[in-house]
Structure formats: C-alpha cells, structure tokens
C-alpha cells in the first residue's frame, strides 16, 4: 500500500479501526489501498464501503455488471485516474471473458471514442459519463432526453449516474492522495465471482 498520508496496517489497528477494515475487505480478503486511505478517520471509511458496493455491486442493478465497470474505467480515464482505472478495468475483463473485445474497449474508451465500439442505450450512457464528469454544470434536460429516446429507463440511468458520480468522488480521493496500487490485489472479481456476476 502505498500514498502520500499515514495508512494504519492491520496490526496496528486499534478495537474501533478493525472491524471496519474487516467489513471493507475485498473478495480476496485484502484491503484495497482506496479503502484503507480513510484508516486514519475510520466513518469515512465505512461511508465509502457502503456507497461502493451499493453503487457496483447490488444485485438490484438492471445493467450488466461489466457495462457498469466500463462506466467506472470510462470516468476515470476522462478524470487521469490510474489507481481506479487499473482495478475496474481488470473487471472488465474478468466479466466479459473476451480478450479481444476487452482490448477493443480499452482502446476506444482511452481515446475518447465509445462510438468506436459502443452504440444504441449503451453509448448514450456513455456520452451521458463524459458529460457529468467534464462538463457537468452544462448538463440539461435535453441531455436526459437523449438517454429517453436511446431506450434508457430511470432506474437504468440513475445506476450510471450513481457508478459515474461515485468514481468522480473516488477518482478525487485517489488522485487527491496520490493512491498507487502496490500491495493491492487488482480487480474485485475472480473465479466464481466473475461468473455469477457476468449476467446480473
């Protein structure tokens, strides 16, 4: 782990820190540095665990979860965020099973291009991040319209909204503390995991 303030490791945890960095343990049973930012003020970090996986990971999500981490790699790609783009990118994969979509992807979304390899719902929602995460204080109701007409219900566009503001938030703690990934164990999926969520 490794960034700019002070993070306390797990031996040295005291009775109030420990069992909030045990709630904010990963599938693999680690604490991602993202989370482990907060140990010095341990209720923000049981505020971010909640709202992550409330975000991403609820079962109540009508999107697929992959399309949901492409959300998340896409604003943190428009916000210079590698710590956050390394780890949900790596889902991407683990979700889609497809190597070379993955690439394809990876490739139009780090230039700026989701129409080279997205269209229809998905692409409006898309446009939708870019705005909200560059430009939001230009963002009107003509914008919303445009996810309507795409075939976009509410709920739809309310858990991009949801993915897309929680990163700007993240990108910001991350960035803001000079996060890196070393130590961590990148990608919240493996195995089993991967498989039961590629098709919420």
């Known amino acids: 782990m490794s960034a700019w303030i002070k993070m306390i490791a797990d031996d040295e945890a005291d009775a109030r820190l420990r069992p909030l960095l045990d709630a904010a343990r990963t599938p693999h049973g680690t604490v991602d540095t993202v989370m482990r930012l907060h140990s010095l003020r341990p209720e923000t970090m049981q505020g971010h665990v909640t709202l992550y996986r ?3 990971h609820s079962e ?6 992959w399309f949901l981490e492409v959300v998340a790699s896409y604003t943190s790609i428009l916000n210079d965020c590698t710590y956050s783009l390394t780890h949900h ?3 991407v994969r683990n979700l889609l099973k497809d190597q070379t979509r993955s690439d394809r992807i990876f490739v139009a ?3 700026h291009r989701p129409e080279d390899e997205f269209a229809g719902k998905e692409l409006a929602l898309l446009r939708y991040v870019a705005k909200l995460t560059t430009d939001v204080g230009k963002l009107v109701r003509s914008d919303f319209e445009v996810l309507k007409i795409a075939g976009c ?3 739809e566009i309310l858990e ?3 993915v897309c503001a929680y990163f700007n938030y993240s990108n ?4 803001g503390l000079g996060a890196t990934t070393d130590g961590d164990v990148v990608g919240y999926y493996s195995g089993d ?3 039961a969520s590629a098709n919420p």
């Open 109 to 111: 979304l780090k230039a």
């Open 54 to 56: 409330s975000v991403l």
């Open 89 to 91: 990118f790596m889902n």
């Open 160 to 162: 991009v909204n949801q």
């Open 193 to 195: 995991e991967a498989a």
């Open 60 to 65: 109540d999500n009508a999107l697929p979860f």
């Open 172 to 175: 910001r703690l991350l960035n």
């Open 153 to 155: 219900d509410d709920g």
